[in-house]
Protein backbone atom coordinates (compact mmCIF):
# COMPACT_ATOMS: atom_id res chain seq x y z
CA UNK A 1 0.00 0.00 0.00
CA UNK A 2 2.31 2.61 -1.26
CA UNK A 3 1.08 6.40 -0.48
CA UNK A 4 0.88 7.57 -3.61
CA UNK A 5 -1.94 5.03 -3.98
CA UNK A 6 -5.55 6.11 -2.80
CA UNK A 7 -7.58 4.71 0.10
CA UNK A 8 -9.21 1.42 -0.59
CA UNK A 9 -6.85 0.22 -3.13
CA UNK A 10 -5.24 -2.62 -1.12
CA UNK A 11 -4.12 -4.76 -3.86
CA UNK A 12 -1.46 -5.35 -6.85
CA UNK A 13 -2.27 -6.34 -10.59
CA UNK A 14 -1.28 -10.01 -9.47
CA UNK A 15 -4.34 -10.16 -7.12
CA UNK A 16 -6.58 -13.05 -8.66
CA UNK A 17 -9.44 -10.98 -7.59
CA UNK A 18 -8.51 -7.63 -7.14
CA UNK A 19 -10.51 -6.03 -4.93
CA UNK A 20 -10.70 -8.94 -1.66
CA UNK A 21 -7.72 -10.99 -2.52
CA UNK A 22 -3.47 -10.02 -2.22
CA UNK A 23 -0.92 -12.63 -3.30
CA UNK A 24 1.62 -13.55 -1.14
CA UNK A 25 4.23 -11.86 -3.08
CA UNK A 26 2.55 -8.65 -2.55
CA UNK A 27 2.09 -9.21 0.67
CA UNK A 28 6.05 -9.63 1.34
CA UNK A 29 6.90 -6.21 -0.11
CA UNK A 30 4.69 -4.97 1.88
CA UNK A 31 5.20 -5.80 4.86
CA UNK A 32 6.14 -2.71 6.48
CA UNK A 33 3.42 -0.50 5.47
CA UNK A 34 2.08 1.89 8.42
CA UNK A 35 -1.04 1.43 8.42
CA UNK A 36 -1.03 -2.56 7.40
CA UNK A 37 -2.27 -5.12 10.36
CA UNK A 38 -1.70 -9.20 9.17
CA UNK A 39 -4.72 -11.26 11.28
CA UNK A 40 -4.03 -14.50 11.64
CA UNK A 41 -7.31 -15.84 12.38
CA UNK A 42 -6.82 -19.65 12.36
CA UNK A 43 -8.55 -22.85 13.96
CA UNK A 44 -8.22 -26.12 14.11
CA UNK A 45 -11.67 -27.63 13.32
CA UNK A 46 -11.39 -31.76 13.96
CA UNK A 47 -14.29 -33.96 12.92
CA UNK A 48 -14.33 -37.68 14.30
CA UNK A 49 -16.79 -40.01 15.48
CA UNK A 50 -17.54 -38.01 18.74
CA UNK A 51 -18.28 -34.88 16.61
CA UNK A 52 -16.40 -31.84 16.30
CA UNK A 53 -13.25 -30.15 18.32
CA UNK A 54 -12.16 -26.84 18.47
CA UNK A 55 -8.84 -26.19 18.64
CA UNK A 56 -7.06 -22.33 18.81
CA UNK A 57 -4.43 -21.58 16.63
CA UNK A 58 -2.76 -19.34 18.54
CA UNK A 59 -0.09 -21.85 19.75
CA UNK A 60 0.65 -22.42 15.86
CA UNK A 61 0.76 -18.32 15.58
CA UNK A 62 3.02 -18.31 18.65
CA UNK A 63 5.49 -20.51 17.18
CA UNK A 64 5.96 -18.97 13.32
CA UNK A 65 3.59 -16.49 11.96
CA UNK A 66 3.89 -14.10 9.05
CA UNK A 67 5.91 -10.92 10.52
CA UNK A 68 4.09 -7.95 11.92
CA UNK A 69 1.10 -9.97 12.05
CA UNK A 70 -0.64 -10.56 14.82
CA UNK A 71 -3.50 -13.41 15.77
CA UNK A 72 -7.12 -12.62 16.57
CA UNK A 73 -9.40 -15.80 18.42
CA UNK A 74 -13.04 -16.20 16.83
CA UNK A 75 -14.16 -17.91 19.07
CA UNK A 76 -12.83 -16.52 22.68
CA UNK A 77 -12.95 -12.74 21.17
CA UNK A 78 -15.16 -13.01 18.67
CA UNK A 79 -17.90 -14.75 19.31
CA UNK A 80 -21.51 -13.49 20.50
CA UNK A 81 -21.16 -14.71 24.34
CA UNK A 82 -25.21 -14.54 24.74
CA UNK A 83 -25.78 -17.71 23.05
CA UNK A 84 -23.65 -21.58 23.54
CA UNK A 85 -23.20 -21.88 19.29
CA UNK A 86 -20.15 -21.48 18.30
CA UNK A 87 -18.56 -18.63 16.44
CA UNK A 88 -21.58 -16.58 16.13
CA UNK A 89 -21.73 -12.72 14.84
CA UNK A 90 -20.95 -10.90 18.14
CA UNK A 91 -22.54 -7.35 18.51
CA UNK A 92 -21.16 -4.31 16.64
CA UNK A 93 -19.76 -3.36 20.08
CA UNK A 94 -18.04 -6.33 21.43
CA UNK A 95 -16.39 -6.47 17.78
CA UNK A 96 -15.43 -2.77 17.81
CA UNK A 97 -13.81 -3.06 21.27
CA UNK A 98 -11.90 -6.30 19.98
CA UNK A 99 -10.35 -4.45 16.92
CA UNK A 100 -9.65 -0.84 18.70
CA UNK A 101 -7.91 -2.98 21.31
CA UNK A 102 -5.62 -5.10 18.69
CA UNK A 103 -4.63 -1.68 16.75
CA UNK A 104 -7.07 -2.11 14.17
CA UNK A 105 -8.65 0.92 13.01
CA UNK A 106 -10.40 3.31 10.56
CA UNK A 107 -6.97 4.13 8.64
CA UNK A 108 -6.03 0.47 9.00
CA UNK A 109 -5.44 -1.39 5.81
CA UNK A 110 -6.22 -5.16 6.73
CA UNK A 111 -4.82 -8.25 5.51
CA UNK A 112 -6.54 -11.63 6.87
CA UNK A 113 -4.96 -15.12 6.69
CA UNK A 114 -5.38 -18.66 7.71
CA UNK A 115 -3.71 -22.11 7.55
CA UNK A 116 -6.08 -24.21 5.75
CA UNK A 117 -8.05 -23.16 3.11
CA UNK A 118 -9.22 -19.70 3.87
CA UNK A 119 -12.47 -20.42 5.37
CA UNK A 120 -11.49 -18.81 8.70
CA UNK A 121 -9.98 -15.80 6.81
CA UNK A 122 -13.14 -15.09 4.63
CA UNK A 123 -15.02 -15.05 7.97
CA UNK A 124 -13.52 -12.31 9.68
CA UNK A 125 -13.11 -10.77 6.22
CA UNK A 126 -17.17 -11.02 6.46
CA UNK A 127 -17.19 -9.45 9.96
CA UNK A 128 -15.42 -6.78 9.16
CA UNK A 129 -17.02 -6.24 6.14
CA UNK A 130 -20.33 -6.50 8.32
CA UNK A 131 -19.43 -3.44 10.57
CA UNK A 132 -18.70 -1.18 7.19
CA UNK A 133 -14.69 -1.60 7.39
CA UNK A 134 -14.15 -2.34 3.81
CA UNK A 135 -10.31 -2.03 3.67
CA UNK A 136 -9.23 -5.49 4.16
CA UNK A 137 -8.51 -8.61 1.93
CA UNK A 138 -7.24 -12.23 2.24
CA UNK A 139 -4.36 -14.09 1.28
CA UNK A 140 -4.33 -15.82 -1.27
CA UNK A 141 -3.34 -19.21 -0.45
CA UNK A 142 -2.31 -18.20 3.09
CA UNK A 143 0.35 -19.75 5.73
CA UNK A 144 0.43 -22.61 3.77
CA UNK A 145 1.24 -21.08 0.17
CA UNK A 146 3.79 -18.39 2.31
CA UNK A 147 6.00 -20.98 3.56
CA UNK A 148 5.86 -23.29 0.82
CA UNK A 149 7.57 -20.38 -1.06
CA UNK A 150 9.73 -19.98 1.38
CA UNK A 151 8.53 -16.59 2.48
CA UNK A 152 9.83 -14.75 6.10
CA UNK A 153 8.30 -16.11 9.26
CA UNK A 154 8.88 -15.58 13.14
CA UNK A 155 7.79 -15.69 16.39
CA UNK A 156 8.53 -12.45 17.40
CA UNK A 157 5.31 -10.90 18.74
CA UNK A 158 5.08 -6.79 17.72
CA UNK A 159 1.34 -6.27 19.01
CA UNK A 160 0.00 -3.07 17.73
CA UNK A 161 -1.04 0.19 19.62
CA UNK A 162 -4.33 0.49 20.17
CA UNK A 163 -6.50 2.88 18.46
CA UNK A 164 -10.53 3.52 17.31
CA UNK A 165 -12.42 1.24 14.78
CA UNK A 166 -16.04 2.99 14.20
CA UNK A 167 -18.95 0.06 13.55
CA UNK A 168 -21.01 0.97 10.88
CA UNK A 169 -23.61 -1.41 10.40
CA UNK A 170 -23.64 -2.84 6.49
CA UNK A 171 -27.19 -2.96 5.25
CA UNK A 172 -28.72 -5.26 4.59
CA UNK A 173 -26.69 -7.38 6.69
CA UNK A 174 -24.19 -10.27 5.81
CA UNK A 175 -25.74 -13.04 8.33
CA UNK A 176 -29.15 -13.85 8.81
CA UNK A 177 -30.82 -16.69 11.02
CA UNK A 178 -33.32 -19.66 10.95
CA UNK A 179 -36.39 -17.91 10.56
CA UNK A 180 -35.51 -16.61 7.24
CA UNK A 181 -33.91 -19.77 5.76
CA UNK A 182 -37.18 -21.32 6.90
CA UNK A 183 -39.20 -19.56 5.01
CA UNK A 184 -36.91 -19.27 2.00
CA UNK A 185 -37.15 -23.08 1.65
CA UNK A 186 -40.29 -22.71 -0.98
CA UNK A 187 -39.24 -19.56 -2.24
CA UNK A 188 -38.07 -19.71 -5.93
CA UNK A 189 -36.29 -16.39 -5.55
CA UNK A 190 -34.29 -17.86 -3.12
CA UNK A 191 -30.85 -19.69 -3.38
CA UNK A 192 -29.52 -21.79 -0.66
CA UNK A 193 -26.28 -23.45 -0.96
CA UNK A 194 -24.11 -25.67 1.69
CA UNK A 195 -20.12 -25.52 2.03
CA UNK A 196 -20.37 -28.30 3.73
CA UNK A 197 -18.02 -31.73 1.92
CA UNK A 198 -20.64 -33.91 -0.38
CA UNK A 199 -20.51 -36.99 2.27
CA UNK A 200 -21.70 -34.54 5.40
CA UNK A 201 -24.24 -32.63 3.26
CA UNK A 202 -26.13 -36.19 2.55
CA UNK A 203 -26.01 -37.16 6.11
CA UNK A 204 -28.37 -34.08 6.87
CA UNK A 205 -28.84 -30.79 4.93
CA UNK A 206 -31.35 -27.86 5.01
CA UNK A 207 -34.42 -29.11 1.92
CA UNK A 208 -34.17 -27.79 -1.56
CA UNK A 209 -30.32 -26.19 -0.41
CA UNK A 210 -27.68 -27.15 -3.10
CA UNK A 211 -24.06 -28.44 -2.39
CA UNK A 212 -20.67 -26.65 -3.53
CA UNK A 213 -18.67 -27.98 -1.09
CA UNK A 214 -15.69 -25.52 -0.26
CA UNK A 215 -12.97 -27.87 -1.28
CA UNK A 216 -14.40 -27.91 -4.90
CA UNK A 217 -13.13 -24.00 -4.90
CA UNK A 218 -9.74 -24.70 -4.20
CA UNK A 219 -6.79 -25.39 -5.93
CA UNK A 220 -5.10 -28.20 -4.32
CA UNK A 221 -1.74 -27.91 -5.25
CA UNK A 222 -0.97 -24.12 -3.66
CA UNK A 223 -4.32 -23.56 -1.90
CA UNK A 224 -5.73 -20.53 -3.71
CA UNK A 225 -9.11 -20.07 -4.83
CA UNK A 226 -9.62 -21.46 -8.27
CA UNK A 227 -9.14 -18.25 -11.04
CA UNK A 228 -12.32 -16.27 -11.73
CA UNK A 229 -13.61 -18.28 -14.84
CA UNK A 230 -13.53 -21.54 -12.56
CA UNK A 231 -15.25 -20.54 -9.99
CA UNK A 232 -17.95 -19.33 -12.14
CA UNK A 233 -18.20 -22.78 -13.83
CA UNK A 234 -18.66 -24.09 -10.54
CA UNK A 235 -21.40 -22.02 -9.65
CA UNK A 236 -23.30 -21.20 -12.93
CA UNK A 237 -25.29 -24.17 -12.57
CA UNK A 238 -26.68 -23.47 -9.50
CA UNK A 239 -28.94 -21.16 -11.05
CA UNK A 240 -27.90 -18.60 -8.20
CA UNK A 241 -27.10 -15.45 -10.23
CA UNK A 242 -30.70 -15.08 -11.47
CA UNK A 243 -32.13 -15.16 -8.06
CA UNK A 244 -32.76 -12.26 -5.96
CA UNK A 245 -30.68 -13.53 -2.63
CA UNK A 246 -28.55 -15.97 -1.75
CA UNK A 247 -28.04 -17.81 1.50
CA UNK A 248 -25.09 -20.11 2.29
CA UNK A 249 -24.85 -22.15 5.32
CA UNK A 250 -22.30 -25.30 6.41
CA UNK A 251 -22.15 -26.75 10.18
CA UNK A 252 -21.24 -23.61 11.99
CA UNK A 253 -21.02 -20.93 9.74
CA UNK A 254 -17.07 -20.90 8.88
CA UNK A 255 -17.57 -22.66 5.27
CA UNK A 256 -20.69 -20.99 4.77
CA UNK A 257 -18.89 -17.59 4.69
CA UNK A 258 -16.01 -18.67 2.77
CA UNK A 259 -19.16 -19.55 0.20
CA UNK A 260 -20.45 -15.87 0.40
CA UNK A 261 -16.79 -14.56 0.28
CA UNK A 262 -16.00 -15.93 -3.10
CA UNK A 263 -20.18 -15.43 -4.23
CA UNK A 264 -18.99 -11.53 -3.56
CA UNK A 265 -16.05 -12.16 -5.00
CA UNK A 266 -17.59 -12.96 -8.25
CA UNK A 267 -20.24 -9.61 -8.22
CA UNK A 268 -22.77 -11.47 -6.58
CA UNK A 269 -25.05 -9.26 -4.12
CA UNK A 270 -27.68 -10.12 -1.69
CA UNK A 271 -25.96 -12.85 -0.03
CA UNK A 272 -26.31 -13.77 3.20
CA UNK A 273 -24.55 -16.36 5.74
CA UNK A 274 -26.84 -18.61 7.83
CA UNK A 275 -24.92 -17.94 11.08
CA UNK A 276 -26.38 -20.88 13.34
CA UNK A 277 -26.12 -23.11 10.08
CA UNK A 278 -26.23 -27.08 10.43
CA UNK A 279 -24.97 -26.50 14.60
CA UNK A 280 -28.56 -24.72 14.83
CA UNK A 281 -31.05 -26.32 12.76
CA UNK A 282 -30.51 -29.97 13.60
CA UNK A 283 -31.37 -28.55 17.65
CA UNK A 284 -34.66 -27.54 16.60
CA UNK A 285 -36.88 -30.73 15.89
CA UNK A 286 -39.22 -28.57 14.50
CA UNK A 287 -37.44 -27.71 11.32
CA UNK A 288 -37.17 -29.91 8.18
CA UNK A 289 -33.88 -32.29 7.79
CA UNK A 290 -33.19 -34.05 4.49
CA UNK A 291 -30.71 -37.17 4.33
CA UNK A 292 -29.49 -38.62 1.27
CA UNK A 293 -28.35 -42.02 1.03
Not at 33 to 49: A, N, S, T, V, W
Not at 209 to 225: A, E, G, Q, R
Amino acid sequence: MEGEKKRGEINSMTSLLPEHLVDTAWLEENLDGPDIRIIDCHYDLEKGEKGVSLKSGRQAWVQSHIPNSIYVDLLEELSDANTDLPFMMPPSSQFAEVMSEKGIGDESRVILYDREKGAWASRLWLMLRENGFTDVAVLNGGWEKWTRENRPSTNAFCPFPGTRFTPRLHKPSFFTNKEEVLGSIQNKDVSIICGLENWEYCQAHIPSSLNIPLSTLINPHDNTFLPNDDLQRVFRHTGAKKKDRIITYCGGGIAGACIAFVLILLGYEKVAVYDGSMEEWTRDPNLPVERRT
